[in-house]
């Protein structure tokens, strides 16, 4: 079948279009590890999804005389997305007529190429990185299992602002990286002193990640109606985690070498304009809140985005991800409330989905609940990863008239340090 006859009801088909960066698979520039570093990879371009096939974007504007070549045509997103709003859609708008009118297919269908002949790269250069606490359920159960003896499992601020921690964004890496097991000390309750060895508690997270495109100037803040001016898309993002390491590092000031060997972030950026049919309102308030972040009279700004988690092709979860209490205008709105300015690149994570159910939990540490419990695999049982173990976190969300928009997978294989 001709890739431009994208089968009916195809997850990404022209009203997807989500945007990656390829090269030739076997080229030079083509380890499947490299991901911090796009910069100076002569190879490597912007290409957009249509089916299993992706487009060479900037070939493609060429072709057809488009002024936006100059936008397409490079190794990274970073362009596109300091482009802004308005370019965005008009590229998009661009994109949609190249792969759906039937005049450009003769210009159009050289430049698809089938997936299985590209690799797929880091698609932007990440600026920032910075994470969230955002689902009530996540933080229920994680409050559970560390504070069983609290008053209450969520922490007296968690209502009022939505919980983060700034992250190491050097190693962000594609889907497809191979992710070392870290070392590091942890200490057991029981034992009497710390210990150094590889992480025996290692864990995912499954999270949606936000990207930047338009920056703002250091001393001034983004409201909540100003999100789309803001973020380009999102993808799929694994929030690698030492249950063992973090444990005994992060009182009091939170995550550090628990989580900063390796993030890892799907090979597609879906931009925010295919998610429209997505838009969902988030939970309905407990608490009131400051004017900041009261989002009652803004438009919806929650995603119904159903994700699906599997190791070494068993699905463990399926996190909703309308669940999350905070959403990513609430959380990019309360990240420059105090003055600190937005990059292009900047990348933020939603934190842990987790749904109400058993079978929604997007960590291991719930799934198991730290660890007393097991997950039956193909292989075996799991209370956390072993060595060889595959992550595998795919969604889609509901796109215009029934379709499917499909996001991008996010996948990594745990390795032992060598
Ligand atoms: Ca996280």
Known sequence: MPPFDVPEG????????PYGVFSPAGSADSPAGSGS????????????RLGDHVLDAGAAARALGSPYEALLAQPTLNPLLAAGRTAWSDVRRALTAWVTVPSHREAIEPLLR?????????????????????????ARNVG??????????????WKHLPIGYHGRSGTVVVSGTEVIRPSGQRKAPADDAPSFGPSIRLDIEA??????GAPSAMGTSVPLSAFRDHVFGLCLLNDWSARDIQAWEYVPLGPFLGKSFATSVSAWITPLDALEDA???????THPLLPYLDDASEDPAGYDLRISVAINGRTVAEPPFSTMYWTAAQQLTHMTVNGASLRTGDLYGSGTVSGPTERERGSLLELTWNGRDTLDLPDGKRTFLEDGDEVTITAWAPGPGG??????EVSGRVVPKS
């Not at 880091?122 to 910075?130: C, I, T």
């Open 37 to 48: 570093s796009p910069a100076g990879s002569g190879e490597r371009t912007v290409g957009v």
């Open 144 to 157: 559970q299992i560390f504070r069983p003896d609290a008053a209450d499992t969520l922490t007296p601020n």
């Open 403 to 408: 379709t499917r928009v499909g996001l991008g």
């Open 114 to 138: 089938p997936l299985s002949e590209v690799t797929l790269h880091l698609p932007f250069e990440v600026a920032d990185y910075v994470d969230f606490y955002a689902s009530e359920n996540h």
């Open 207 to 212: 999270e949606v990640g936000f990207v930047i």
């Open 279 to 285: 838009r969902v309102a988030p939970p309905s308030r």
């Open 10 to 17: 195809d997850p990404f088909g022209p009203h997807n279009l």
